[in-house]
């Protein structure tokens, strides 16, 4: 067979992607290698969320062009999100680069690899499915994927939003939503190969189901029919936007035993006239509610979030709401980043008012206010035992596994390696937390093979 070497930048919606590529390619004869260098397919999977992102890929894509000139029948390709937004000026910036196609290309990925061929010229395919709703046709026969204990799922695409600063309704298109059938289908099939905990993904995962279906389906009402599935044992989603989470998602936390007491719910500012600017089209006081009313169902759901600092025209006291609001909520752990304008987006338009000094320095501080927020969170947990998926053996020299508990918080752990596997769900007691990682051990119930499921779960 041939080889492919597939190489990932970005979020799990471009994790799942490359997942689909590599099963598309392997039946069309490829399969994955770790070397590039004895691959007769490169392929690289591109974000364009923030423009270091970028800058890096085209690093990239400079130091695989020797590569290329060394062997100049390998076909080296580029796709995702910056391939999507660059289109055919990524050929003329690098014009030793053979294919660039856009997340809408996925599905195609072995025609266009075979138009290359054909025509032994560059192909660029940017052009969106005109289909309302979004399909992931099912491939049967052998597959290369293991999904081990974990594996995402894809079930909506695209953005609606079109805040101010986003570019992935530009990269990804409109809002596409699967239908809940053949989802539950993939998830039975990931589950009959090994899968104990499903992450649906989506840019904005809980607008699933507002329209493109032929038979409707709430995000809600898809969580108890995917909760039903058997051999599941535990359920997430991201990522999830303010402004479509609803009281009936809130009850299903309340009501689903493997759901997951976990929430990502981007707020990207504390402020509420930033948040206008950003046309996140929710207030901090409606951002606080749900949180409330999430902490009222499970009070020991964890909170992570994504923040934005240095806007444009951001104030001092507008910046200091936002580590305000952090103080507030107490998030587990937050994704911080300054502020960068993207392609397309109307806040590259707006003036820049904050200087790159004053951005790093908020930066730094929203940076070391959430370390101090996460090492307390993580000392309160010292001591107690925790419910663990293991995930795979550890690679630090000190523990035997690594997994992740309900409320996503890392966990390295020793353990017996004759009695646990991963995909066990097992009982570890918390002796030291550093950063967003717990450290501990497994604690072997007598009389049982595996270990049992922790007294801190939900019931």
């Known amino acids: 067979m041939k080889q492919v070497y597939l190489d990932t930048f970005g979020c799990q919606m471009n994790v799942a992607d490359t997942d689909r590529m590599e099963l598309l390619l392997f039946h069309?004869?490829?399969?994955?290698?770790?070397?590039?260098?004895?691959?007769?397919?490169?392929?690289?999977?591109?974000?364009?969320?923030?423009?270091?992102?970028e800058q890096k890929i085209y690093s990239l894509a400079k130091n695989l062009k020797p590569l290329k000139e060394t062997n100049p029948d390998m076909i080296l390709g580029f796709t995702g999100c910056l391939a999507q937004q660059e289109g055919e000026r990524?050929?003329?910036?690098?014009?030793?680069?053979?294919?660039?196609?856009?997340?809408?290309?996925?599905e195609h990925i072995?025609?266009?690899?075979?138009?290359?061929?054909?025509?032994?010229?560059?192909?660029?395919?940017?052009?969106?499915?005109?289909?309302?709703?979004?399909?992931?046709?099912?491939?049967?026969?052998?597959?290369?994927?293991?999904?081990?204990?974990?594996?995402?799922?894809?079930?909506?695409?695209?953005?609606?939003?079109?805040?101010?600063?986003?570019?992935?309704?530009?990269?990804?298109?409109?809002?596409?939503?699967?239908?809940?059938?053949?989802?539950?289908?993939?998830?039975?099939?990931?589950?009959?190969?090994?899968?104990?905990?499903?992450?649906?993904?989506?840019?904005?995962?809980?607008?699933?189901g507002k329209r493109g279906l032929k038979q409707p389906v709430p995000f809600h009402e898809l969580l108890y029919r995917i909760a039903s599935i058997p051999g599941l044992k535990r359920l997430?989603?991201?990522?999830?936007?303010?402004?479509?989470?609803?009281?009936?998602?809130?009850?299903?936390?309340?009501?689903?035993?493997?759901?997951?007491?976990?929430?990502?719910?981007?707020v990207q500012s504390g402020n509420n006239r930033i948040l206008k600017e950003m046309r996140r089209m929710h207030t901090i006081e409606e951002y606080i509610s749900i949180?409330?009313?999430?902490k009222a169902v499970l009070p020991d759901i964890g909170v992570s979030t994504d923040i934005i600092v240095g806007y444009p025209s951001e104030s001092e006291s507008e910046f200091e709401d936002t580590l305000s609001l952090m103080e507030k909520i107490k998030f587990n752990n937050s994704y911080m980043f300054s502020y960068s304008s993207r392609p397309n987006t109307p806040a590259q338009y707006f003036p820049d008012l904050v200087s790159q000094s004053v951005k790093s320095d908020r930066l730094q501080k929203t940076i070391q206010?959430?370390?101090?927020?996460?090492?307390?969170?993580?000392?309160?947990?010292?001591?107690?035992?925790?419910?663990?998926?293991?995930?795979?053996?550890?690679?630090?020299?000190?523990?035997?596994?690594?997994?992740?508990?309900?409320?996503?918080?890392?966990?390295?752990?020793?353990?017996d390696k004759r009695q646990i596997v991963p995909g066990d769900m097992v009982k570890v007691i918390v002796e030291d937390a550093t950063g967003h990682v717990l450290k501990g051990r497994a604690l072997l119930l007598k009389g049982y093979k595996k270990l049992m499921v922790a007294a801190g779960s939900k019931t």
Not at 28 to 53: F, H, W
Not at 250 to 265: F, P, S
Not at 291 to 294: D, R, S
Request: charged letters at 30%; proline letters at 4%.
């Open 90 to 106: 990524f050929l003329e910036k690098m014009p030793f680069v053979d294919l660039v196609i856009g997340p809408d290309g996925v």
């Open 110 to 208: 072995v025609q266009v690899i075979k138009d290359v061929k054909d025509k032994k010229l560059p192909v660029v395919r940017t052009q969106f499915d005109t289909d309302t709703n979004y399909q992931i046709p099912e491939l049967s026969g052998e597959t290369p994927l293991n999904p081990g204990p974990t594996a995402f799922v894809n079930i909506i695409k695209g953005c609606d939003k079109f805040c101010t600063f986003c570019v992935v309704p530009f990269t990804r298109g409109r809002e596409k939503s699967r239908e809940a059938e053949e989802i539950e289908q993939e998830i039975k099939l990931l589950v009959s190969r090994g899968a104990r905990e499903i992450i649906l993904l989506g840019q904005n995962v809980n607008a699933y």
């Open 236 to 266: 997430r989603f991201i990522t999830s936007h303010p402004k479509d989470f609803t009281r009936e998602c809130i009850t299903a936390y309340r009501d689903i035993d493997i759901l997951a007491n976990h929430i990502h719910l981007p």
């Open 28 to 53: 069309s004869g490829y399969i994955r290698t770790g070397e590039v260098q004895d691959a007769d397919l490169v392929l690289i999977n591109t974000c364009s969320i923030r423009d270091k992102a």
């Open 291 to 294: 949180i409330e009313e999430l």
């Open 369 to 415: 206010l959430q370390k101090r927020l996460t090492l307390e969170q993580g000392k309160k947990i010292i001591g107690k035992e925790i419910e663990v998926l293991v995930e795979s053996e550890s690679f630090k020299n000190d523990s035997d596994f690594r997994g992740r508990n309900a409320q996503y918080w890392s966990v390295n752990f020793t353990g």
